[in-house]
């Protein structure tokens, strides 16, 4: 599975972005997609995930903040990114599976400044 991202970029802090993640390939066996995080000299780590289904789980750190949606007949996803906060500044990786991340696009940079 291809996944493309894209969203990412430059906003203050109190700001919002909206990240947009596509499936292409064999996407027929795909349950799972969510995004993770990277932030320099961090590991990467869990931001939100959504089935298939429709079921959600989110890191405590963005509950009440972000929103993950999918729409699945155009296999895409979305991280609706509201009240950002500096400490959010990484790049996102979107990702997807059967029950966890398998394939892995190329990320996106969103930077919040203070």
């Known amino acids: 599975v291809q996944l493309q991202a894209s969203g990412g970029g430059l906003v203050q802090a109190g700001g919002s972005l909206r990240l947009s993640c596509a499936a292409s390939?064999?996407?027929?066996?795909?349950?799972?997609m969510g995004w993770h995080r990277q932030a320099p000299g961090k590991q990467r780590e869990l931001v939100a995930s959504i089935t298939r289904s429709g079921n959600t789980n989110y890191a405590d750190f963005v509950k009440g903040r972000f929103t993950i949606s999918r729409d699945n007949a155009k296999s895409t996803i979305y991280l609706q990114m509201n009240s950002l906060k500096p400490e959010d500044t990484a790049v996102y990786y979107c990702n997807a599976g059967v029950m966890a991340p398998r394939d892995w696009g190329k990320g996106t940079q969103v930077t919040v400044s203070s």
């Open positions: 390939g064999s996407i027929f066996a795909i349950n799972y």
